[in-house]
């Protein structure tokens, strides 16, 4: 499988500054991050209190939202 070099945390950035568009994108990334932040958290507990921001909760709500409705 060929990985293309893609910036997961700037993508996500990008669209919560309206810099670019709100995409499936965006989405696939903030499931990467959030896949990436869940294993951290098992690995160590030092990184059980790290949480992603209140807009970014914000934009997995909209997904949510979208993805049932």
Do not use: P, W
């Not at 869940?38 to 993805?67: M, N, P, W």
């Amino acid at each position: 499988m060929i990985e293309v070099d893609v910036n997961h945390c700037q993508i996500v950035k990008e669209s919560l500054a309206g810099k670019r568009a709100v995409d499936e994108q965006t989405y696939a990334s903030l499931a990467i991050l959030t896949e990436r932040l869940e294993r951290l958290k098992k690995l160590d507990k030092t990184f059980s209190g790290i949480a992603f921001s209140r807009g970014v909760e914000q934009l997995a709500s909209r997904q949510d939202a979208v993805a049932v409705g």
